[in-house]
C-alpha cells in the first residue's frame, strides 16, 4: 500500500504539467487559429429583354403566318381524307349493292310465298269453322284448329321477317303484331272444345260402366242378402231346437223321481244340436260380411255414378261448344282482316320502291 501511493506521488508533476500543457494548446486554437467564411456566389441577374413595339408586330405576324400555315395543311388533310371516304362509301355501295337487291328479292319472294299460303290456310280454316257451326260437329273444328293454327302461326313468322325487311312503316309492323295477337286467340277457344269434347266423352263413358257396376252390384247384393237372410233363418231355427231340448233336459232332472234315460237322451240330443250350432256359427258369419262387402261395393260404384252424371250435367256443352266455336271465328275474322291489310300494304310499298328505283338516273 505504501509502495502505490510512493509511486503515484512520484509520477504526480507528470501529470499536473501535462494538463497544463494541453489547456495552453486549446486555448491558442480557440483565440487564434484561423476563421474562414464560405460565401456562396449570387446569380447575376439576367438582362431583361427590351422588345420595341415594332419588333413585337414582327413577331406576332410571324406566329400568325406559322399557324395559318399549319391549319390550311390541316384543312387539305381533311379534305383528301373526305374524299377518300367519300369515293370507299362509292365503291362499298356499288360492290353491296346487288347483294342488297338480290336479298329484297328473296324476302318479297318469300313474303309473297307464305303471305299466299297464309291466306289459303285462314280461309280454309274459316270454311270449316262455319261448316261446324251450321252442322253443330264440333269434332272437324277442333281437329282443324289443331291441324291449321301452328302452320299458320309458322307462316306468321315467314310474313314477319318479310315485314321488316321490305317496310320502315312502323304502322305495318304494329299492325302485324295485332294480327299475330288476334291469331293466337284462336288457338284457345278451339283447344277448349277439344277438352271439353274429351271431358264430355270421358264422363259418358265412366257413366255407362258405372251404370253397369251399379247394375251387376245390385245383383250380387241382392244375391249376398237372400243368402244371409236363409243362413240367419236356419241358424235361428236350430238356436230354437237347441232351447227347447235344453229346456226340456232341465225340466226333467227337476221331475221326482229322476228319469235318467229320458235326461241322458236328452243330453245327448243337447249335445249333437250344441255342435251343429257352433258350426254353423262361421256360414252366418261369412255371409254376413259378405252382404256388407257387396253393399259397401255397391254405394261406392252409386256414389261415383251421382258425381260423374252431376259433372256432366255441369259441362254445359250445349252452351259452351257454340260459344267457344263464334269466339274463334271472330278473332280469325279480325286477324284475317289485318293480315290481308298489311300484305297489301307492304306489297304497295314494295312496289313504290321499285318504281322509284326505276325513275333514278345514274349518277356520272
Not at 88 to 96: E, K, Q, R, S, V
Amino acid at each position: 500500500m505504501n509502495n502505490a501511493r510512493t509511486s503515484w506521488l512520484s509520477r504526480s508533476p507528470y501529470w499536473v504539467l501535462s494538463m497544463i500543457l494541453h489547456v495552453a494548446i486549446l486555448g491558442w486554437l480557440i483565440w487564434y487559429g484561423p476563421v474562414r467564411n464560405i460565401m456562396l456566389e449570387r446569380g447575376k441577374p439576367k438582362r431583361e429583354a427590351l422588345i420595341r413595339g415594332k419588333e413585337l408586330e414582327k413577331v406576332i405576324e410571324q406566329m400568325q403566318r406559322s399557324v395559318a400555315e399549319e391549319l390550311e395543311d390541316r384543312v387539305t388533310l381533311l379534305k383528301n381524307g373526305q374524299d377518300r371516304m367519300a369515293t370507299n362509301f362509292d365503291t362499298l355501295n356499288a360492290h353491296f349493292q346487288p347483294f342488297e337487291e338480290n336479298q329484297k328479292a328473296t324476302a318479297l319472294m318469300r313474303f309473297e310465298k307464305y303471305a299466299a299460303a297464309l291466306k289459303a290456310d285462314q280461309e280454309s280454316l274459316m270454311q270449316v269453322l262455319v261448316q261446324a257451326k251450321a252442322t253443330k260437329n264440333f269434332d272437324i273444328a277442333s281437329k282443324a284448329g289443331q291441324e291449321k293454327v301452328p302452320v299458320m302461326i309458322s307462316a306468321l313468322d315467314e310474313v314477319r321477317r318479310g315485314v321488316l325487311l321490305l317496310s320502315s312503316d312502323e304502322t305495318i309492323a304494329q299492325m302485324h303484331a295485332l294480327a299475330e295477337t288476334a291469331l293466337f286467340k284462336v288457338e284457345k277457344p278451339l283447344r277448349d272444345i277439344g277438352s271439353l269434347l274429351g271431358r264430355h266423352r270421358r264422363l259418358e263413358r265412366e257413366i255407362q260402366e258405372s251404370k253397369a257396376q251399379v247394375k251387376l252390384l245390385g245383383s250380387a247384393m241382392q244375391a249376398s242378402r237372400d243368402e244371409h237372410e236363409r243362413v240367419k233363418k236356419a241358424y235361428d231355427e236350430l238356436a230354437a231346437k237347441r232351447k227347447a231340448v235344453l229346456d226340456q233336459m232341465q225340466a226333467l232332472r227337476k221331475v221326482k223321481p229322476r228319469n235318467n234315460d229320458a235326461i241322458n237322451e236328452a243330453n245327448e240330443v243337447f249335445k249333437k244340436l250344441n255342435e251343429q250350432y257352433k258350426t254353423d256359427r262361421k256360414p252366418l258369419s261369412d255371409a254376413n260380411r259378405k252382404a256388407r262387402d257387396n253393399k259397401y261395393q255397391f254405394d261406392r260404384v252409386n256414389k261415383r255414378l251421382d258425381e260423374c252424371v252431376k259433372a256432366f250435367n255441369g259441362l254445359n256443352i250445349q252452351t259452351k261448344l257454340p260459344e267457344y266455336l263464334q269466339l274463334a271465328i271472330d278473332n280469325l275474322a279480325e286477324a284475317s282482316a289485318l293480315e290481308t291489310q298489311v300484305i297489301e300494304q307492304v306489297l304497295a310499298a314494295t312496289k313504290d320502291q321499285a318504281d322509284e328505283s326505276a325513275s333514278e338516273v345514274p349518277a356520272s
